[in-house]
Nanobody, 127 residues
Framework: VQLVESGGGLVQAGGSLRLSCAAS????????MAWFRQAPGKERQFVAA????????YYTDSVKGRFAISRDNAKNTVYLQMNSLKPEDTAVYYC?????????????????????WGQGTQVTVSS
């Protein structure tokens, strides 16, 4: 599967952005999806994940209550709605996919779980 992110940009603190990740192919609903982010000089970190059918979602603590992950399997797209943005949210945001469903093992929190990645989209939050 090929993944293409869009929706990044420059926004003031407190503002909102919605990222989209469009996937190729006809089997999008068989992939669990996630968003990661990578700030300059830092490792790529988990932001949010959603199960194949969309019934289960997970978030890193720093974005809970501010970000929401969702998916539209008919449109082969996963979204990340980001509200109340902070300067520390500045990063390149990556979409990731894997056929393995999200599991209690928690492996989906790690980059090694995902076989497919997008090219990333820059999000910059000014103070």
């Amino acid at each position: 599967v090929q993944l293409v992110e869009s929706g990044g940009g420059l926004v003031q603190a407190g503002g909102s952005l919605r990222l989209s990740c469009a996937a190729s192919g006809r089997t999008f609903s068989t992939y669990a999806m996630a968003w990661f982010r990578q700030a300059p000089g830092k490792e790529r970190q988990f932001v949010a994940a959603i199960s194949r059918g969309g019934s289960s979602t997970y978030y890193t603590d720093s974005v809970k209550g501010r970000f929401a992950i969702s998916r539209d399997n008919a449109k082969n797209t996963v979204y990340l709605q980001m509200n109340s943005l902070k300067p520390e949210d500045t990063a390149v945001y990556y979409c990731a996919a894997d056929r393995d469903e999200l599991s209690r093992s928690g492996s989906f929190y790690y980059t090694s779980h995902y076989a497919y990645w997008g090219q990333g989209t820059q999000v910059t939050v000014s103070s």
